[in-house]
């Protein structure tokens, strides 16, 4: 290993392009060979964390997540940070503690574990965790990137499949402050307000979405498509950037990529009884799904709030760095005080590490399907995917998680 952020993040490029070309198995080869030096562990864990997810392998996911988790709380402790903080020489060698939208997530990808393994009720202790320890995220004075409509969303599906209807509701409604426009809110909180009798909010609804409370028929049940779409980018440096090769930092692309919306189709005939009316050639899509919190925007803005301190630390450490070049140029060796000062400056490196595995966003789609079992699949402006056989019963909800990448 070397010592530069860089080491990471190149090191790891072949495993992660794996990945990304739909060959987990062969990443996961890499990772599990590695033995990587405590600063850049956590990344190690995270990133191992989200391939095996998606490889299904949701148990193994699971304890991978869980260590990654303690590692990071470890490392955010008061007495870490401060440790960390008095002996920092280069942002390179500060160990990856994680970003803070980054620790939430962790969570978010262990609810979604949960439910690959169809235990909404183990989710639904993760999601109590999440209320617990960033309850902070979720109130109107947070940092807009904190602030995680995926989350929030996530949270009341998993209340609602456990039949916690008035916690589901309430975070439906935290939901639509942060995205008013997704199409499955004004049911959702129609239904919260008819239930528990809100007549006010009720008619609030009424009056905003201009629609009524329609319940779903009983031979019905609900599919929660949950995308993970993408790959967050990586981090670029700006050393190539007049007057910025003395103190390169890290930086993103000016401009992101929007993300890529996903529409679902009935990809054969229902199997078995097929419902009453419905064709089994039929392609008329289902859902299009909503992307509910944009990861690549949260570490953009997370990266600018850092700026500041990044140059500051930067400043500092040349100050000294170059003082001591310029002493042993004064007391030792003039030459070799040169060649120090440009040493220092060529050792110079921005911090390009980051969770490199994330999507660069989630998504999710909701509709209703009659009772029955279905092949369905997922189109998008440059690919397609077939969702394994399900089963939807009546009045239950299925919850579906894919990966894509365009």
Request: charged share 25%.
């Amino acid at each position: 290993m070397t010592a530069c952020g860089g080491g990471y993040v190149h090191q790891s490029r072949g495993a992660r392009h794996s990945f990304q070309r739909g060959d987990p198995e062969k990443a996961l080869k890499w990772y599990q060979q590695q033995k990587p030096p405590h600063r850049d562990r956590l990344l190690y864990l995270m990133d191992q964390a989200v391939i095996l997810h998606t490889a299904g392998r949701y148990q193994e996911s699971l304890k991978t997540f869980e260590e990654a988790i303690r590692l990071s709380e470890a490392m955010n402790s008061p007495q870490v940070l401060a440790k960390t903080a008095s002996l920092v020489t280069n942002d390179n060698l500060i160990p990856y503690k994680g970003e803070d939208f980054e620790r939430l997530l962790m969570h978010l990808f262990q609810v979604l574990n949960y439910l690959g393994l169809g235990e909404p009720d183990e989710a639904l202790v993760e999601v109590r965790r999440v209320h617990t320890k960033f309850s902070d995220f979720f109130k109107d004075n947070s940092k807009s990137y904190l602030r995680n409509a995926f989350a929030t969303y996530l949270s009341g599906l998993v209340w609602e499949a456990n039949g916690k209807l008035n916690d589901a509701y309430i975070d439906y409604k935290t939901t639509q402050k942060i995205v008013p426009s997704f199409p499955s809110l004004p049911q959702d909180l129609l239904k919260g307000a008819t239930l528990f009798g809100f007549l006010n909010e009720k008619a609030r609804w009424q009056k905003l979405f201009r629609q009524d409370y329609r319940p779903l028929p009983p031979d019905q049940g609900e599919v929660i498509l949950l995308i993970e779409e993408g790959v967050v980018p990586e981090k670029e440096s700006t050393e190539e950037e007049i007057n910025l090769q003395v103190l390169p930092l890290p930086r993103y692309p000016k401009d992101l990529k929007n993300p890529v919306l996903v529409s679902v189709f009935r990809g054969a005939s229902p199997k078995g009884a097929s419902p009453k009316g419905v064709s089994p050639t039929d392609k008329t899509e289902l859902a299009q799904t909503t992307p509910l919190y944009r990861v690549d925007e949260a570490a953009k803005k997370t990266l600018a709030d850092q700026k500041g301190g990044m140059i500051a630390r930067g400043l500092a450490r040349l100050a000294v760095k170059e003082g001591a070049a310029v002493a042993v140029g004064t007391k030792v060796d003039r030459d070799l005080g040169i060649f120090l000062g440009v040493l220092v400056l060529a050792t110079n490196r921005a911090d390009l590490r980051s969770w490199l595995t994330l999507p660069r966003s989630f998504q999710v789609a909701r509709f209703a399907l009659p009772e029955g079992t279905y092949d369905l699949k997922l189109s998008w402006p440059g690919g397609s995917k077939s969702i394994p056989t399900m089963a939807v019963k009546a009045r239950k909800k299925t919850f579906v998680i894919q990966r894509i990448f365009d």
